[in-house]
T-cell receptor, first 113, second 115 residues
Framework: GDSVTQMEGPVTLSEEAFLTINCTYT??????LFWYVQYPGEGLQLLLK?????DKGSNKGFEATYRKETTSFHLEKGSVQVSDSAVYFC????????????FGKGITLSVRP | DTGVSQDPRHKITKRGQNVTFRCDPI?????LYWYRQTLGQGPEFLTY????????KSRLLSDRFSAERPKGSFSTLEIQRTEQGDSAMYLC?????????????FGQGTRLTVV
């Protein structure tokens, strides 16, 4: 079945550091890929998405590129801020009428001033 | 449209009681999902609907859990004979599921505490 694997966490960075959070997936066909973010005390929010190979999703300085050859969708940001501290989830939904949204386990990012 | 709405936001119940949660999706969305999330874990799939049809229910889900979406609009999730292990955040999400499966939008969740 479909699955998403995220790197182990938590991750702690200093402000303005470069961020990479790894995500790989297993799915049939050509899934749509997503990063969701959960800020402390808040609900899940869509951060960015990509729907086909080589697409780059971007939002709030975050980027992720859909790499079909490596089945990956790594999240990057060039300079993190304290306000980026949150839990980040990689997710996919496969093609097909009966596909459901599948999440990775999430990774906690803490950014210190 | 104000997004996905869940009610109540918090529920405290005694073990053995039944509870029911409601989710109102974004109005034009035909897909509705229920997930459960515990502290430090990712959302765990429970079930989902395409319009009023329940397409899948997690095999890990006890038969104490049941969900409905009677007219393809709002949905309810009922837990019968609650147990302490049911304590979690219950999340509802909706999306447009057509030829291209689009992103899901989540509500704020219902936090259940079973005492």
């Amino acid at each position: 079945g479909d699955s998403v694997t995220q790197m182990e966490g938590p991750v702690t960075l200093s402000e303005e550091a470069f961020l990479t959070i790894n995500c790989t997936y297993t799915a049939t066909g050509y899934p749509s890929l997503f990063w969701y973010v959960q800020y402390p005390g808040e609900g899940l929010q869509l951060l960015l998405k990509a729907t086909k190979a080589d697409d780059k999703g971007s939002n709030k300085g975050f980027e992720a590129t859909y790499r079909k050859e490596t089945t990956s969708f790594h999240l990057e940001k060039g300079s993190v801020q304290v306000s980026d501290s949150a839990v980040y989830f990689c997710a996919l939904i496969a093609t097909g009428a009966n596909s459901k949204l599948t999440f990775g386990k999430g990774i906690t990012l803490s950014v210190r001033p | 449209d104000t997004g996905v709405s869940q009610d109540p936001r918090h529920k405290i119940t005694k073990r053995g009681q039944n509870v029911t949660f409601r989710c109102d999706p974004i109005s034009e969305h035909n897909r509705l999902y229920w997930y459960r999330q515990t502290l430090g874990q990712g959302p765990e799939f429970l079930t989902y609907f395409q319009n009023e049809a329940q397409l899948e229910k997690s095999r890990l889900l006890s038969d104490r859990f049941s969900a409905e979406r009677p007219k393809g609009s709002f949905s309810t999730l009922e837990i019968q004979r609650t147990e302490q292990g049911d304590s979690a955040m219950y999340l509802c999400a909706s999306s447009l599921g057509r030829l291209m499966n689009t992103e899901a939008f989540f509500g704020q969740g219902t936090r259940l505490t079973v005492v």
